[in-house]
């Protein structure tokens, strides 16, 4: 099958719309709230966008804050220093608070510590340049 400017097919077209959609309200509520990131689901909704609408796509890409970051991601799988420390900080923040200052089951605590070491370890080793 045929693919038009990175379009999938027709009938699958609505449900990364709809998985777009949600990964940018994912993001547009953590940008308010430090338990969940906001680039990496603006990223996510604009793979989801950049196969379904086209021009919801550009609209992310040109947003001021996010689009540069979002453009350096898809075209050289960068993440800048600067975007590096904040996710890294606000993800040990959000999670180390879980872990050492609630009652949350000792196998909870295990598995975001788990996430938290993934998360970040992927965050790091990305190329900053």
């Not at 603006?42 to 021009?55: G, Q």
Request: with cysteine; proline share 7%.
């Amino acid at each position: 099958m045929e693919e038009d400017q990175g379009l999938i097919r027709p009938q699958l077209r609505p449900l990364y719309f709809f998985f777009g959609g949600l990964a940018f309200i994912l993001g547009a509520v953590g940008a308010f709230l430090p338990v969940l990131p906001t680039t990496p689901f603006l990223i996510l909704s604009a793979y989801f966008f950049s196969k379904s609408s086209p021009k919801l796509h550009q609209w992310l890409l040109s947003l001021p804050s996010f689009g540069p970051l979002i453009q350096d991601w898809e075209d050289k799988k960068v993440i800048r220093p600067r975007a590096k420390f904040a996710a890294i900080l606000l993800l040990s923040v959000a999670i180390g608070y879980v872990i050492f200052f609630t009652g949350k089951a000792m196998w909870l605590k295990l598995i975001m510590a788990s996430i938290w070491i993934c998360v970040s370890l992927f965050i790091y080793t990305r190329n900053s340049r």
